[in-house]
């Protein structure tokens, strides 16, 4: 697989090493390409297009007399064909850590992955011990790899929460929620009073509230 259109290839300084058959010199490629991909939120509905930069790096690989006899390739074309490899799978990943512009959140279950890939190597080191106590002291690799893999999840989610979302169109839930609603007030009840007729008084008669009622 070749490097894709637009990335920038970064070689890693190679690493010399003496062997018996002469000079073997390990290659390791790291590619960074700008991605665009298109955005919809599972939660509101929202859809764009998200711009980001995609990082792949390649294992390494080793140039030497015996390694060239079995490979048309050089060293630093197989570890640019893994990193090409790893770029695509980065770029996937991080359109899944996104987090909608709309409604402020990531897809359900958006860390679930992430957190699997490093609890498990944690899990192999803490069960090792009861397997053997030789196999114990691989539990420290596997904390190593567990480390290393915290670390580029993290990395992975720092650009994630930086992403450029461009031809943002909210969904309907988001529209709902942010159109202004009428607010429906009950109409007000109306007491109606009816008014006190008075019987009419002759002229010998006192005021009303000074005659006298009869229990």
């Known amino acids: 697989m070749a490097a894709p259109a637009g990335s920038t290839l970064s070689p890693s300084r190679p690493r010399c090493r003496d062997t018996t058959l002469g000079v073997a010199v390990d290659h390791k490629v790291t590619l960074t390409q700008a991605v665009e991909r298109e955005l919809t939120c599972p939660r509101c509905g929202a859809h764009g297009d998200a711009t980001f930069n995609a990082i792949g790096e390649g294992g390494w690989a080793?140039?030497?007399?015996?390694?060239?006899?079995?490979?048309?390739?050089s060293a630093q074309e197989r570890s640019a064909q893994d990193a090409a490899s790893d770029l695509v799978l980065d770029a996937d990943r991080i359109v899944g850590l996104l987090r909608c512009p709309a409604c402020k959140q990531r897809a359900p279950g958006a860390l679930r992955w992430p957190a699997i890939r490093v609890a498990v190597p944690l899990v192999i080191a803490a069960l090792l011990p009861f397997v053997s106590w030789i196999l114990g002291w691989g539990s420290l690799v596997f904390v190593v790899g567990a480390l290393v893999v915290f670390s580029r999840e993290r990395r992975r989610l720092e650009r994630a929460d930086h992403v450029t979302i461009k031809n943002l169109e909210r969904g309907a839930k988001t529209k709902?929620?942010?159109?202004?609603?009428?607010?429906?007030?009950?109409?007000?009840?109306?007491?109606?009073?009816?008014?006190?007729?008075e019987k009419p008084r002759g002229p010998d008669e006192g005021p009303a509230f000074l005659t006298e009622r009869k229990p």
């Open 62 to 73: 080793r140039e030497s007399v015996v390694a060239d006899m079995f490979n048309t390739d």
């Open 176 to 197: 709902a929620t942010f159109a202004t609603k009428p607010v429906h007030r009950p109409p007000p009840k109306v007491v109606v009073v009816a008014p006190v007729i």
